[in-house]
């Protein structure tokens, strides 16, 4: 079983960085690939970031790829979400997710595809 927590989020002005962090229980993280998902008021969940197992790959969404990166510390059992020059439209609640797979170069997007989800992190970007 693996268990999910995030933390790093906060109130911040357009233009500023954050990261978030997504510490992981569980013996078998290592093999697990890791995703952001984020979910703003009045819409649906939607992905982020992805990185696989391996961290060979990783894949953004087209609003977010050039200003955040997504990386995992095996060690540490963590997977960080680097956001940089944040705008207004990035306000969210920002859920990391992760799912045994036996492909170590595997990135997931869609979020039925991750058995394990954390409880969220409010990112709140004002203008």
């Known amino acids: 079983q693996v268990q999910l927590v995030e933390s790093g989020g906060g109130l911040v002005q357009a233009g500023d960085s954050l990261r978030l962090s997504c510490a992981a229980s569980g013996r078998a993280f290592s093999s697990y690939p890791l995703g952001w998902f984020r979910q703003a008021p009045g819409k649906e969940r939607e992905f982020v970031a992805a990185?696989?197992?391996?961290?060979?790959?990783?894949l953004y969404t087209d609003s977010v790829n050039g200003r955040f990166t997504i990386s995992r510390d095996v060690a540490k059992n963590t997977v960080y979400l680097q956001m940089n020059s944040l705008k207004p439209e990035d306000t969210a609640v920002y859920y990391c997710a992760a799912t045994p797979s036996p492909r170590p170069a595997t990135v997931y997007v869609s979020d039925y595809q991750y058995e394990h989800w954390g409880q969220g992190t409010q990112v709140t970007v004002s203008s």
């Open positions: 990185v696989s197992w391996s961290a060979i790959n990783t």
